[in-house]
């Protein structure tokens, strides 16, 4: 009963206009524009650049659109001993940046990059 309360407090529970989400973003009911289709679709084909096999970690906003692989991570809570990492380019949660900026210094390399999301390989 404490989820469904907080559920409903926190307006996840329709009729409600918006609810909160994750890193204080605010998610609204309403249909996908034509950039949120936009960025969902490139997110589709970015993932499918990568192999059925490999680890790939992803962020927050990315992760739902890929968690049917077999190795789909979290970006946030690191990227260590992953082969790819697909992340948002627009508005990166800080942990998740702070993440892409040490696999850069790892070395992980840029295989496409769009204005909605990126994808890194592992060297």
Known sequence: HRAAAAGAR???VPPRDAFHGC???TLTFRPAND???ARLDTVHRLAALVP????????????????NRLFA???STGYEGCDYILYNVRDPAAPEAEQ???ARAAGYTTVE???HAELLKRP
């Open 52 to 67: 059925p096999e490999a680890i790939l970690a992803a962020s927050e906003s990315e992760l739902p659109q890929v968690s």
């Open 35 to 37: 950039d949120e289709r």
């Open 73 to 75: 991570w979290n970006l």
């Open 23 to 25: 890193y204080g973003r």
């Open 10 to 12: 926190r307006g996840a």
């Open 100 to 102: 892409v900026r040490k």
């Open 113 to 115: 990059a769009t204005p």
